[in-house]
């Protein structure tokens, strides 16, 4: 494992966020993983590139359910011309996830993924989480948990009741079962 037990685990959050909702989720997730003693690196897919990420043991990643997969150019455009953030169009997290695979080697390092999604069934086969976590597994990345959903109201949020503070125990989860991998 890429961390030492006299280090304190490290974890990075990496998300893509058009409206805000998934920016809002992740950062209860930073919490939750911050309550269970991880060093957390948060970053929006917009700004940070995987090089720009310092080391970690465990990689969150975060991305809006568009058109029951990761985003793409056009999806963007779409979420942009109903009021999204115009500069999160260039970039997603399924470009992130591409530029990952070309600069970093996986080793033994962990992964979960969450989506944000509208809607009651939170349990559709395909979706942003569902995607990611497929690319992930291709890379080499040893997940820690299912792919979760977080619901929101509309397009555009927000986020639903409750939500929030499942994303919070959910960061407590994810890190303690990456804990208990990297111990073994
Ligand atoms: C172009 C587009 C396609 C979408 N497709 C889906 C979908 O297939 N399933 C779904 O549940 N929500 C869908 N949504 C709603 C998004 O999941 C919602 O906008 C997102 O969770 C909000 O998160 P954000 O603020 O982080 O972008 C779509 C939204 C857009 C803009």
Known sequence: MTGTSSEAPRAAVVYESMFGCTEA???????????????VTARDVRTDTPD??????????????????LSRPATRRDAVDQGGRPDAESVGLREWLEVLAQTTTAGDRLFAAFDTRVGKVRFVPKAAATRASRLLVHQGYHAVSRPTPFIVHDVY????????ERARQWGRTVGQSAAARMSQ
């Open 52 to 69: 720009d990420l310092p080391p970690f043991d465990l990689l969150v990643v975060g991305a809006p359910t568009h058109a029951f997969s």
């Open 157 to 164: 949020g927000p986020v639903a009741d409750g939500e929030q």
């Open 25 to 39: 989720i992740a950062h209860s997730v930073t919490v939750g993983l911050e309550e269970v003693g991880f060093t």
